[in-house]
């Protein structure tokens, strides 16, 4: 009974089960009861399943009352029953038997008809061998007849007899294969015999039309050797007779070591074949428009293959990358020859024959161009470590400090050798396009090798030069001549790195816009890293021009001495301090100015700004010094006048504190100036309004 034909009591809603999950058909007890657990008690579970038990029991005496008169009738309706079967018994049985005779009489006749069936069958086949036996000798009679020695050499048109043979081949072959083993074993070695014959007239009338270079007949030749399926047999032919002695002239190792261009000369050699002695064959095989006979791959199977085993076996040390500029040649002649080979397949079967086929992809394993790679990495890697390693010293800079004017002269030799073999690994005699991913990465571990230099020699320590006179000017005027150097190189580096970019897509067959997305955004990676090292440099610049300024700022601090009890007259001339600290900057402008003629300004700027702070600080610590002196006095004088009774009016006239103020406002008027005479504004120049403010106000107390 199906769950639809059963209508169990509704369970009241307080219960924590449905009746319906009584009458699932996957019910199980203890998923229900594991389920069930998840949201009540297993006693509330087992009060509500009491529950729903009496009304269980409610129904089914409510339905046995309901429905009693058919119970009863059920019962005393299967009286007599098991009678009725027992009287069944006997004629089933009967029928039975009665079955199973006439099945043994079918299977008996279904073996007799069965073997009566094979019988014939095998009859059939005997006849069949039997005709095709009389058809056999009809045919090796037939042949033996054509292609006698005689025959065929009197025949005035011996492609007419070959073609006839080989439609006689054909039918001895067919009727050869219809026959049973037994019977024609003794005929075979006569066909054997027949078909050497044959195919010994065939292939030396088909060599003759080659070298005749007579199309029609080669071109019924081709069909008969597909009439016979013999297709490879013709390749092989044309491969041993006519390719191979070529080949083996062209390809020795006398050849390949006459000059730097054996191998290259060799290439166009190997294409002179095609385009000469093997042409009438290509022409009437390759080309759909032309005299086409389909089937054929001389090119592939006669050709190629038969090039690459003379490769493999007589020059075989053109794979060896130990000279890199020899392998280069080498590699890049042969990837030359094999795309005129490509172009030679004029179909797109025979240049996927070509590329798939085994000898030509291992070909190309051969050349090892990870170990080319890793050569032309030591060699260029080695050259620029050479020269990072080397402590900087005035030998780093390469010339003298005229301007430059090519876009790629750079005034380190270290920068210099970094571009140029930058430059050189994109170059056509080092760059392979195999290789362009492990180029590109290269070029961007070379980048950051120099910016780890950069960093580095920016952290050295400069080596004091022993000279007579002034060594530490000499010392810091050297090193300072370095960083300027060094600061417009990493200014130009970064400036041409967008034209490397350019160069690298230029080696691209394909530009394809995720390739170049990447290309590009490595190299912004690059530039962006250069950017943050640029300012370190500017800094290491700015503090060598300060070495070099803010000693002669310690006069600053000496002032109050010259006008204390000295009653020298009030200052209208600026101290030579002013002169002296700003003296190397001037001269710093004067030399560079065209070396860095859009920097100089920044950089003067900077320093500048830094050596007024330096002068800043010195001027308010002396004026604070005078104001603290100025005021002891008078406190002095205040307790002396009480001492003594008397009030004396002050002394008229300016005060020595005065006039160092006076000092200090003309000096700091007379640097200011200078600046502005080096054309640098000096809104441009931090701290100098604060200096000037602070001077003005000092005076007018």
């Not at 089960?17 to 509330?44: A, P, Y």
């Not at 005709?131 to 056999?136: A, K, N, P, R, T």
């Not at 030509?360 to 161009?369: A, E, H, I, T, V």
């Not at 002032?559 to 009030?570: G, N």
Request: a negative charge.
């Amino acid at each position: 009974m199906s769950k639809n034909n059963i209508n169990l009591p509704r369970a009241p809603n307080e219960l924590c089960f449905s009746e319906i999950d009584f009458i699932q058909e996957n019910f199980n007890v203890d998923i229900f009861l594991q389920e069930h657990r998840k949201n009540t008690k297993l006693e509330t579970m087992r009060d509500d399943l009491g529950v729903y038990l009496k009304l269980l029991r409610s129904a089914m005496i409510d339905l046995i009352n309901r429905d009693y008169t058919d119970f009863v009738n059920l019962s005393s309706n299967l009286i007599g029953l098991d009678k009725a079967i027992n009287d069944l018994q006997t004629p089933l049985g009967q029928l039975k038997e009665e079955v199973m005779q006439v099945r043994q009489t079918l299977d008996d006749e279904i073996i007799a008809i069965t073997h009566n069936i094979s019988e014939n069958e095998r009859i059939r086949d005997n006849k069949q061998s039997v005709y095709s036996l009389q058809h056999v000798y009809t045919s090796l009679n037939k042949l033996s007849s054509i292609i006698s020695l005689k025959s065929f050499l009197d025949s005035p048109n011996k492609i007419d007899v070959l073609e006839q043979a080989a439609g006689e081949f054909n039918q001895l072959q067919f009727h050869m294969s219809r026959c049973k083993l037994n019977i024609i074993n003794e005929k075979e070695k006569d066909a054997e015999r027949l078909e050497q014959s044959y195919m010994t007239y065939l292939n030396e009338f088909f060599l003759a039309c080659i070298q005749e270079k007579n199309s029609v007949l080669l071109i019924r030749c081709l069909k008969i050797y597909i009439t016979l399926d013999k297709i490879r047999d013709a390749e092989n032919l044309v491969r041993k007779e006519i390719v191979d002695p070529l080949i083996r002239s062209v390809i020795n190792i006398e050849n390949l070591q006459m000059d730097l261009l054996g191998l290259q000369n060799m290439y166009n050699r190997l294409l002179n074949i095609l385009s000469v002695e093997l042409k009438q064959l290509l022409d009437i095989t390759l080309y759909p428009n032309r005299f086409s006979v389909k089937g054929y791959n001389f090119l592939v199977n006669s050709f190629w293959i038969d090039v690459e085993e003379k490769i493999e076996e007589y020059i075989k040390c053109i794979f060896a990358p130990g000279d890199p500029v020899l392998f280069h040649m080498r590699y890049i002649a042969t990837l030359e020859f094999l795309e005129k080979l490509e172009a030679e397949c004029v179909t797109l079967e025979t240049l996927t024959a070509l590329k798939e086929n085994l000898q030509y992809k291992n070909f190309l394993k051969k050349w090892n161009l990870p170990v080319y790679f890793q050569i032309r990495f030591q060699e260029i890697a080695g050259g620029i470590e050479t020269i990072l390693i080397e402590p900087i010293s005035p030998l780093s800079v390469k010339g003298s400090l005229e301007p430059v004017t090519k876009e790629n002269d750079f005034s380190l030799h270290a920068t210099c050798t970094v571009w140029d073999n930058l430059q050189k690994i994109w170059d056509n005699n080092v760059y392979l396009y195999q290789l362009f991913h492990r180029f590109w990465k290269f070029s961007l571990q070379i980048c950051a090798r120099y910016q780890i230099w950069i960093q580095t020699v920016l952290k050295e320590v400069w080596p004091i030069e022993n000279e007579v006179g002034n060594t530490s000017t000499v010392e810091h005027s050297t090193k300072l001549n370095f960083l300027i150097c060094l600061y417009k190189d990493a200014d130009k580096f970064v400036n041409i790195l967008p034209s490397l970019l350019q160069t690298v897509k230029s080696k691209l067959k394909q530009e394809s816009p995720t390739v170049l997305k990447v290309l590009k955004d490595s190299l912004d990676e690059t530039i962006k890293n250069f950017n943050t090292i640029r300012p370190q440099i500017t800094e290491e610049i700015v503090n060598e021009l300060l070495k070099q300024c803010v000693t002669h700022l310690k006069q600053v601090s000496d002032i109050p001495r010259l006008f204390r009890r000295t009653k020298r007259d009030v200052p209208t001339k600026p101290c030579a301090y002013v002169k002296n600290t700003l003296a190397f900057l001037i001269n710093f402008r004067t030399d560079y100015k065209q070396v860095i003629p859009d920097n100089i300004n920044y950089l003067l700027e900077l320093a500048l700004s830094s050596l007024t702070e330096h002068y800043l600080a010195s001027v308010t610590d002396v004026l604070t010094s005078v104001q603290k002196t100025e005021e002891s006095l008078r406190r002095l004088k205040k307790i002396r006048d009480k001492s003594t009774g008397s009030h004396l009016s002050e002394v008229q006239g300016i005060s020595d504190d005065e006039k160092i103020r006076i000092q200090l406002q003309v000096d700091v008027q007379a640097y200011a100036n200078m600046i502005a005479e080096m054309e640098i504004s000096t809104s441009n120049v931090l701290h100098v309004k604060e200096l000037l403010y602070a001077v003005e106000a000092a005076t007018r107390k």
